[in-house]
């Protein structure tokens, strides 16, 4: 079956630091791509996604651009603050499958 | 966003004891609840899809006699563990959608989890 791969933490930054989360799959075709986020306590929100080939998501400074001849979706962010600190999922889903495949999930510490 | 709320968010039991876990939608309506199971450091996995007054689908290697599945309105799916055993200690996560036709993903709601763990 499908699988999702992504880093294993946790990764500890010092805030304002630049972070990078890989992020890699397996499914044939065109899936579409995902980051979930977790705080502490909470359920799993999305934070972005992309749909097709060299397509870029982002939101709140975090971005990740879907690459098809990589099979990867890699989590960015250029400064890192102490609210970021948090398990982050990469997913991957496809048309006429609703569930998602998730990876395994990287907490993120983030240090004063 | 929409909120699910899942019940209770931690439980210890006895080996050989049955455990619901409830997970309701408490701004919406869910036609579509899904049950995951996350073992320590590992991925979410699929349990079951569980749509409003219909039988749940289990995925491949899931017991169904032993993860009862009741979605009997559309904001309340609950998920029984019979007889459990200290192997079914886990973190289940369930998350809801409504509208059949919407795309993956979007429109997935998560709720927190709840932590069984089974002595």
């Known amino acids: 079956g499908n699988s999702v791969t992504q880093m294993e933490g946790p990764v500890t930054l010092s805030e304002e630091a630049f972070l990078t989360i890989n992020c890699t799959y397996t499914?044939?075709?065109?899936?579409?791509l995902f980051w979930y986020v977790q705080y502490p306590g909470e359920g799993l929100q999305l934070l972005l996604k992309?749909?097709?080939?060299?397509d870029k998501g982002s939101n709140k400074g975090f971005e990740a651009t879907y690459r098809k001849e990589t099979t990867s979706f890699h989590l960015e962010k250029g400064s890192v603050q102490v609210s970021d600190s948090a398990v982050y999922f990469c997913?991957?889903?496809?048309?006429?499958?609703?569930?998602?495949?998730f990876g395994s999930g990287t907490r993120l510490q983030v240090q004063p | 966003g929409a909120v699910v709320s899942q019940h209770p968010s931690r439980v210890i039991c006895k080996s050989g004891t049955s455990v619901k876990i409830e997970c309701r939608s408490l701004?919406?309506?869910?036609?579509?609840m899904f049950w995951y199971r996350q073992f320590p450091k590992q991925s979410l996995m699929l349990m079951a899809t569980?749509?409003?007054?219909?039988?749940?689908?289990?995925e491949q290697g899931v017991e169904k006699d032993k993860f009862l599945i009741n979605h009997a309105s559309l904001t309340l799916s609950t998920l029984t563990v019979t007889s459990a055993h200290p192997e079914d200690s886990s973190f289940y996560i369930c998350?809801?959608?409504?509208?059949?036709?919407?795309?993956?993903?979007?429109?997935?709601?998560f709720g927190p989890g709840t932590r069984l763990t089974v002595l």
């Open positions: 998350s809801a959608r409504d509208g059949p036709g919407l795309p993956i993903g979007v429109e997935q709601f």
């Open positions: 499914a044939t075709g065109y899936p579409s």
């Open positions: 992309a749909t097709k080939a060299d």
């Open positions: 997913a991957e889903g496809k048309t006429g499958r609703r569930a998602l495949t």
């Open positions: 701004d919406f309506q869910a036609t579509t």
């Open positions: 569980s749509n409003e007054g219909s039988k749940a689908t289990y």
